[in-house]
């Protein structure tokens, strides 16, 4: 459910919590993907999405997930998140990576955000880039996967299986080892509202990445 930006997650996000303890002491594409503001809660004010922050205590739930679009675009996120941090939530972000280098990792990490999950539609960064619509949107995604890993902020990998990348889901669970990703989260596409247009991949293509996530 995404309130202001927020999404409730009482899912395992996959991030070790002790691990991050130790080390603590838009989406922005032109394409599809994109979310208008309302959705990135741009419209709602910081107190009230902390209100809303606050009934998550007395509905027991223990993770927030801080999404959008793009949620590092939004310019008092940090504090939306240290507020949830503070009232004792495990916080992660979903984003595209695009705005995360050393100075924004470690900001994230002195918070006491959990982690983040960054978005990767293929190895080949010229895929990548025409689906996001950003031309070095790869690059930069990248580039925040490193930030990442040099200021101790644990990553996931978000990988969602389309016609034009399914194949290399094999490829990418060796990449996202190989980087250090905490967990690479395989989603499949649901091309309903702005996503309508997308192909989705056909039943065989689904047993087939279902086939490369039984023998990886």
């Known amino acids: 459910q995404h309130i202001a930006g927020v ?7 996959g991030f070790d919590r002790g691990r991050h ?6 989406e922005t594409f032109r394409q599809t993907p994109v979310l208008p503001s309302r959705a990135l809660g741009i419209d709602k ?14 509905l027991g739930v ?19 998140a240290r507020y949830a941090v503070k009232l004792g939530f495990m916080v ?7 705005l995360i280098d050393d100075r924004m990792a470690k900001t994230l990490v002195e918070i006491g955000v959990m982690g983040v999950g960054i978005s990767i539609d293929s190895l080949d960064p010229a895929k990548h880039n025409a689906f996001r619509g950003v031309p070095g949107a790869w690059e930069a995604a990248v580039a925040g996967i490193e930030a990442s890993r040099r200021n ?10 389309q016609p034009m990348n399914y194949q290399e889901l ?46 990886c």
């Not at 999404?7 to 996000?13: I, K, L, P, Q």
């Not at 303890?21 to 838009?26: I, L, M, P, V």
């Not at 004010?45 to 007395?58: D, M, S």
């Open 62 to 80: 223990s993770k927030v997930r801080i999404t959008g679009g793009e949620p590092l675009v939004r310019p008092d996120i940090l504090d939306i």
């Open 152 to 161: 101790g902020l644990q990553f996931q990998i978000h990988f969602s299986a």
């Open 170 to 215: 094999p490829a990418v669970i060796d990449w996202a080892h190989r980087l250090g990703a905490r967990v690479l989260n395989v989603f499949f596409m649901v091309c309903t509202g702005r996503g309508e247009e997308l192909t989705d991949i056909t039943p065989a293509q689904y047993e087939e990445v279902l086939g490369y996530l039984v023998t």
């Open 92 to 98: 992660v972000f979903g984003t595209n990576g695009m």
């Open 21 to 26: 303890r130790e080390t603590s002491g838009a």
């Open 7 to 13: 999404e409730r997650d009482d899912d395992d996000t």
């Open 45 to 58: 004010k910081a107190e009230e999405i902390r209100r809303l922050v606050v009934q998550f205590v007395t």
